[in-house]
């Protein structure tokens, strides 16, 4: 009997704790999966127990098939293997001649299996220890259960027995866009784009909102330097499903403080600034929820008083995923979903214009204070005004 069609096994965790709406997230993961695949799959997803299996074109691509892997939330590990009949005699024929297929055999092995459906009459020690004998029996593999070359996956499903020859890990998280949408105020640091990714992991669909020193939206969009914010949305786009860039010059904020405001609360009222206008979008695009790249202390700007002294009244959450990381690792994270060359390309941020070294403790009073004297809400409501997507309207006409 030839063995049946490759079977992509992915497996879910936190999945696994939900309730009653399980399915539903489930179902979320299978359409992600397919829509990443592509023309890899031969088929829908199958729904096992804590895990999926989506059936292969007999032609499969390796490559294709873990590139669309390593962006889609929700899957905590993942193996190309196959699914027989639950008969422990022909899963032992089957792995044996995949693993006398491969043109390296592994030095050792180990096998792990994992019994949910009960009822099936081996138990998972059993189960392991015949293949493993048949194994290292017929191809003369040694066994090492600490440090194997390779692991052998099993899985006793309610309908099949599942095996793979290793496993990878996923990227984790939740199931893109099952979390609702956050509005994410999208600069052109490295800190940023890690912050709308960690979101976007967590299930959340993200837009992006970014605030220029441009005129206009058009000359961003048309200028060599400009296009750095462009390239960091295309690079976010592996990981970010139907996310949409919003572009808003600065100047409505900035030529006022040029003239009101001294170099040491510049800053902090800068930033006041942007969560305002970003609140303001928000309710417009139906955002729940808006995120910074902030980390504690990293500046000056982002001390614990200054952070409570630009959201002290808001009315929508803000979120702060790097907000206890280490710098280090927040670059390590930027370089593997490869935002970090685009972000330190050269860029004219808005925050680079201003003081470097604003006050560490400005009172919550004093801003509310500033905030009246030069007239926050008219500006707020002219940057509105220009909010744009990507394309905007004027570059398309240009």
């Not at 003081?355 to 204070?369: A, I």
Request: with cysteine.
């Amino acid at each position: 009997m030839n063995p049946m069609p490759a079977l992509l096994i992915v497996h879910y965790g936190e999945i696994a704790l939900k309730g009653h709406n399980r399915k539903w997230f489930e179902v979320q993961l299978a359409m992600h999966l397919a829509s990443a695949l592509g023309g890899q799959a031969a088929g829908p997803a199958l729904r096992y127990r804590g895990r999926l299996g989506v059936p292969l074109v007999e032609e499969f691509d390796p490559e294709k098939i873990y590139d669309a892997m390593s962006r889609v939330f929700g899957v905590t590990y993942y193996a190309i293997g196959r699914r027989c009949e639950r008969n422990i005699d022909v899963l032992k024929s089957r792995i044996v001649e995949d693993l006398r297929a491969r043109s390296a055999p592994p030095r050792s092995f180990a096998v792990v299996t994992r019994r949910s459906d009960k009822m099936f009459p081996m138990n998972s020690e059993a189960i392991s220890r015949e293949v493993g004998a048949a194994v290292h029996d017929t191809l003369g593999i040694a066994v090492d259960l600490d440090e194997p070359d390779l692991t052998i996956w099993i899985s006793v499903t309610e309908s099949d027995l599942l095996y793979s020859l290793g496993r990878i890990r996923g990227p984790g998280g939740l199931p893109a866009n099952s979390a609702g949408r956050v509005l994410s105020l999208f600069s052109g640091g490295i800190d940023s784009p890690v912050s709308s990714f960690l979101l976007a992991r967590r299930g959340a669909q993200v837009d992006l909102l970014h605030v220029h020193t441009y005129r206009t939206n058009a000359e961003l969009v048309e200028d060599d330097q400009g296009k750095k914010i462009l390239d960091l949305k295309s690079a976010l786009d592996r990981h970010l499903v139907g996310s949409r860039l919003f572009l808003a010059p600065a100047y409505p904020f900035s030529i006022k403080a040029a003239l009101s405001l001294g170099e040491k609360i510049e800053m902090i009222l800068f930033r006041r600034f942007l969560l305002l206008l970003a609140q303001a979008f928000a309710s417009r695009i139906r955002a729940e929820a808006l995120v910074t790249g902030d980390n504690l202390g990293q500046v000056a700007s982002q001390t614990l008083s200054n952070l409570a002294a630009v959201d002290f009244d808001l009315s929508l959450p803000v979120l702060r995923p790097l907000i206890a990381m280490d710098k280090v690792d927040i670059v390590a994270l930027a370089k593997k979903i490869s935002t970090y060359d685009i972000s330190i390309r050269p860029y004219k941020d808005c925050c680079s214009l201003m003081s470097r070294h604003p006050r560490t403790r400005v009172p919550v009073e004093l801003v509310k204070k500033i905030e009246a004297d030069i007239g926050m809400p008219a500006m707020v409501e002219e940057a509105l005004s220009l909010v744009e997507s990507v394309p905007c309207q004027s570059a398309r006409k240009s």
